[in-house]
């Protein structure tokens, strides 16, 4: 397996310093693993912290700056931060008005954060959370540790990104949150695995005709696998999935997602499937995103992220924004 | 038992999650995501550097150590849980300088207390609760009933191999290994495994320094 490394112990802090090196508008703790707006916290305003483990580029680093995150963490590849660095984040984002946390459910992230979440109150800081956790191919029931968050994330930090920019309070951004959650429903494909560096070797194996349906952002397995079908077929899988959970109606916020190996030309065609199933149920795609935002290293595949917008969110959405990975409107 | 016993359990361990490293590592691949013996040894590494230049005068502030550096330095879910763990139990002896069976006793069953609270995980659900509460309540049991510590350390880790084994059979239904359901079963959970260890490592610590 080639990658364009020095080695599999730096390759997190090679990217975080190039990423430091490349935007001068942020401030990058290469040492702590921290990225930080470079201006520092604005008064008054509430402070958005996320973060998870490396590899899923540009999720989270690329999406700190104006109208999104204040901070993000970066753990080891596919593996949570520690709560020291979360810590961090949060007293240097805190500018009196408090910090919200952003998490993908899994129980390393969920654990990390929470004990963060303690020794920041422990310091006088107000910390909300929001558990992100979209990914309709886990079941979510007593025998799981629930759905997974995966392509929601960049919703919810565009989303209370924009409001925190606005000068809404904790409460307010915490609950706008916990909405873009509740209204977004996400499936992921694989058509290949990715590598882990340090492991060297692909995370699972796929025959040359077979693809994973329901894969997680880490290679962890879907819901069966499936021979290789033309994209129309794949996407009305993922879409039967998503619309089976939550039935598609009026407009909607729409991802087609690259998983780090998939060109955009293969995208675009996906893209122009889902809005073919969208239009056949009756909804409408109000706003969209495509391309590479919530990635699983090298895995070839995509994913679809569907949120129900309100006038509020659908403003929101379009509120300015000015980050590495995403950006629009000054 | 006084500072230097709990030192000496403490590098036990360390060895111990080193030399099983890529066993702990492979059982992981089965069912979760392949770091568990990678990050144990990484975290435990960093705890041994912290109690080698560090102060700790007492049995209490050995394991406060070695929890904090496991919650700092290992990332995952198992820096929180085994972190908890070690600080809890660390709590639980408070600032004796020598302790008992039966303090040890107490702190290893608030360690228990600390996990399946943080964890939210119960017996029966494949994870490391499954070693941990039967051999705590094994080694209460034979302490209370006044068993001399070479017999309540067997107690405690004959109870821990069996909830460690018993692991295979069970379905996941905690942490990534919940995800895949039925597929889950056949497996020994690795945080069973490593706890289990890290208890072997208490008993053959106390068997050489009683010598």
Redesign the interface.
């Known amino acids: 397996m080639k990658k364009l490394i020095n080695s599999p112990d730096t390759v997190v802090t090679d990217a975080l310093a190039g990423m430091g090196a490349a935007h001068p508008s942020l401030a990058v703790d290469v040492e702590n693993k921290v990225i930080l707006r470079a201006g520092g916290p604005t008064a008054g305003k509430v402070g958005l912290v996320s973060g998870g483990g490396a590899g899923h580029e540009p999720l989270h680093g690329g999406f700190v700056g104006y109208g999104m995150l204040d901070a993000a963490c970066a ?2 590849v ?7 660095q979360m810590l961090l984040a949060t007293k240097a984002v805190n500018a009196g008005a408090g910090v919200l946390h952003i998490v993908k459910n ?3 992230d969920v ?2 954060f ?2 963060a979440a303690e020794l920041a109150d422990d310091e006088g800081i107000e910390v909300a959370s929001v558990v992100v956790n979209d990914d309709v191919a ?2 979510d029931s ?4 629930g759905r ?1 968050g995966v392509g929601a994330t960049v919703f919810v930090e565009k989303i209370a990104g924009a409001l925190a920019e606005r000068g809404a309070s904790l409460a307010e951004v915490a609950a706008v949150a916990a909405e873009v959650n509740e209204r977004t429903r996400s499936f992921g494909v694989a058509l290949t695995s990715c590598t ?1 560096p ?2 060297g070797k692909p ?1 699972f194996e796929l025959a040359e005709q077979e693809i994973e349906l329901g894969i ?1 952002i ?1 290679g ?2 879907g819901r069966t696998r499936a021979p290789l079908q033309p994209a129309g077929a794949i996407v009305e899988i993922v879409m039967d999935a998503i619309n089976g959970d939550l039935p598609l109606a009026g407009d909607l916020l729409v991802m087609v997602n690259g998983m780090g190996g998939t060109p955009l030309i293969e995208l675009y065609g996906a893209f122009n499937e889902v809005s073919r199933y969208v239009s056949g149920h009756g909804a409408r795609i109000a706003a969209n995103l495509v391309g590479n935002y919530i990635t699983s290293l090298d895995m070839q595949g995509f994913s679809v992220t569907i949120c129900h917008l309100t006038n509020t969110l659908a403003d929101l959405w379009g509120f300015p924004v000015d980050t590495p990975g995403l950006r629009w409107g000054r | 038992m006084d500072a230097e016993f709990f030192r000496a359990w403490i590098t036990e361990i360390a060895a111990v999650v080193q030399v099983q490293r890529d066993h702990l590592t492979q059982l992981d691949s089965a069912i979760g ?3 568990h013996g ?2 144990l040894a990484r975290g435990f590494g960093a705890v041994q550097a912290a109690l080698d230049t560090a102060d700790t005068p007492t049995p209490g502030s050995v394991l406060l150590l070695t929890g904090s550096t496991l ?7 198992s ?3 085994y972190g ?1 763990a070690f600080r809890r139990a660390a709590k639980s002896l408070g600032d004796e300088r020598e302790v008992e069976l039966p303090a040890v006793a107490e702190a290893l069953a608030a360690a228990l207390a600390g996990v399946k609270k ?2 939210a995980a119960s017996e029966g659900e494949k994870t490391m609760v499954d070693a941990l509460a039967p051999a705590v309540a094994a080694f209460s049991k034979a302490v209370s009933e006044g068993a001399d510590a070479p017999d309540a350390m067997a107690a405690l880790t004959d109870a821990a191999d069996a909830g460690a084994h018993d692991t295979i059979e069970m ?1 996941a ?4 290994a ?4 039925p ?1 889950s079963v056949g497996h020994e959970d690795p945080g069973a495994a490593s706890a289990a260890l890290m208890l072997h490592a208490l008993r053959d610590v106390a068997a050489r320094l009683a010598r």
């Open positions: 753990g080891e596919f593996t949570s931060p520690v709560p020291d899994y129980t390393g654990l990390n929470q004990m886990v079941q007593l025998y799981t540790a997974r882990v340090a492991a995370t997680g880490h962890e397995p | 995501d392949a770091d990678i990050n919650i700092s330095k290992v990332g995952g879910a820096g929180p849980l908890t943080l964890g379905q239904r905690k942490g990534r919940s995800y895949l359901g597929r």
